[in-house]
Structure formats: structure tokens, C-alpha cells
Nanobody
Framework: QVQLVECGGGSVQNGGSLRLSCVAS????????VAWYRQGPGKARELVAE???????NYADSVKGRFTISRDNVENTVYLQMSSLKPEDTGVYYCNVRKSYTNWWGQGTQVTVSS
């Protein structure tokens, strides 16, 4: 059983920045895939960024150059640094960890960007 707790969401203005954190319990390993997804109002959940085992990263086209995913396997934490935020980035952001083909999800944290 893996528990994920996200924090760092909030309300910012267009162009602002936020950093989301996700603490995993009991742990994450370098072989685990980690990712952030989001679900905007009336939209399906979508992949925002992922850090696959081996250090490969992948970003949605809409966030490339603005968002950065990182991880600290010692602190069992996954981060999402978000800059130049836009109103269309508004949504609930979910942390995801993949261990041995099983997906674990956090409860989500709300990000609201006002114009």
C-alpha cells in the first residue's frame, strides 16, 4: 500500500508560479515511475509531466518550458515546479506513482489561475 499526500496548490494570478509537492509513504525508488496529472473543469484527467525510471522525463506540449518535474528519492517526494501559469492550467493536480505495474494516486490539490 502506497499513500501519496500532495500540497502546494492555491490561487495565483496569470503569470505566477507554484510548486507542488507529493510525499510518498512508505517510499519511492528510482525504478518507480512518477507523474503529475490534472483535471480541469469539465475535462478529462490528463498527463502533465512524468519522470520514468532511468531519469527520462516527458511533458504535455501545453506545459513544456514552463513546468518541471523532479524527485527526491531520499525524501520520498515528487515535485512539480510551475511557472508562467495560465488560466487554462486551472484544475485539480494529482500525484501518481507506478510500482510494479500498479498505479497509486494522491487525493489531489487545487490550482486556480486567474486572469
Amino acid at each position: 500500500q502506497v499513500q501519496l499526500v500532495e500540497c502546494g496548490g492555491g490561487s495565483v494570478q496569470n503569470g505566477g508560479s507554484l510548486r507542488l509537492s507529493c510525499v510518498a509513504s512508505p517510499n519511492i525508488f528510482s525504478s518507480d515511475g512518477v507523474a503529475w496529472y490534472r483535471q480541469g473543469p469539465g475535462k478529462a484527467r490528463e498527463l502533465v509531466a512524468e519522470d520514468m525510471s532511468g531519469g527520462r522525463t516527458n511533458y504535455a506540449d501545453s506545459v513544456k518550458g514552463r513546468f518541471t518535474i523532479s524527485r527526491d528519492n531520499v525524501e520520498n517526494t515528487v515535485y512539480l515546479q510551475m511557472s508562467s501559469l495560465k488560466p487554462e492550467d486551472t484544475g485539480v493536480y494529482y500525484c501518481n506513482v507506478r510500482k510494479s505495474y500498479t498505479n497509486w494516486w494522491g487525493q489531489g490539490t487545487q490550482v486556480t489561475v486567474s486572469s
